[in-house]
């Protein structure tokens, strides 16, 4: 792990800035997601995600929240807000201490390198990735 | 002449598109990175004439460097993606192709904000590469 994710300070807003969040370092986990899923939440196909310690992270300002049941049969639940739509936060209930941070929120992406893509197996042909390793589905540990 | 279905997230709003994309575009700019939480948007656009949208949808309006207004749409239960709009075009819509049943026709033409692109988000070099709008 580079030093500099150790120290890491992110903040970002809504769309609308009605809300916002705060994360501190260090980041442990940093990969991109195919699952028809993430596709679906992003519009996108892919999702780009860092993980934080749940307890280093604060959240100001009205926030929905969405669960459902993942293909690893944990509870994903992600909060946006409720004004904008802007997703702020992923959790999963297999790890409670984990907080799963949607890249593109924020403003500074140069910290992030991720290092897999899972879910490979619905990958999108149009949508390209980069030369990192492929898993065509989860991954114990991440 | 192909029917194309696709639906949020949570199933509370679905859409179904006749006609073949006027425009198909990857925008890497600040305000599409945000949205997504990704490193870009890929939408298709269609005549609205050609899309029946089922369900309710969330908007939220914003300003676009050209002076435009946009109209982002989005599932109020669920969060995700939907539409946008723009007072530019106003007879066309937006559809962001993460939502298509099958997305297997997409490619974009065009790649925009490619400035604000990040280091770890490769695009394809045979597209159309525009620095910003
Ligand atoms: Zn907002
Ligand atoms: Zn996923
Ligand atoms: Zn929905
Ligand atoms: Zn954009």
Known sequence: MKPKLDTLELEADCACGAASIAVKGPIYGMFLCCCPDCQLMTGSGHASVAIADSDNVRLTGKLSEFSRLAASGATFTRHFCANCGTTLLGGTSRRTDAALLPVGLFRDQSWFAPNQVIFHRSHQKWDILPDIPKYETYREGL | MS????????????????????????????????????????????????????????????????????????????????FSENTAAPDAIGIAVGEFDDSSWFKPQVILYNADRPAWDPIDPSVDVHEFM
């Open chain 2, 3 to 82: 029917t194309k279905t696709g639906h949020c997230h949570c199933g509370a709003v679905h859409f179904e598109v006749t006609g073949e994309p006027l425009r198909m575009a990857q925008c890497h700019c600040n305000a599409c990175r945000r949205i997504t939480g990704t490193g870009h948007n890929v939408q298709a656009f269609f005549k609205k004439s050609d899309v029946i949208i089922h369900g309710v949808t969330s908007t939220h309006d914003s300003v676009s460097d050209k002076g435009n207004t946009r109209i982002r749409h989005f599932c109020s239960v669920c969060g995700s993606r939907m």
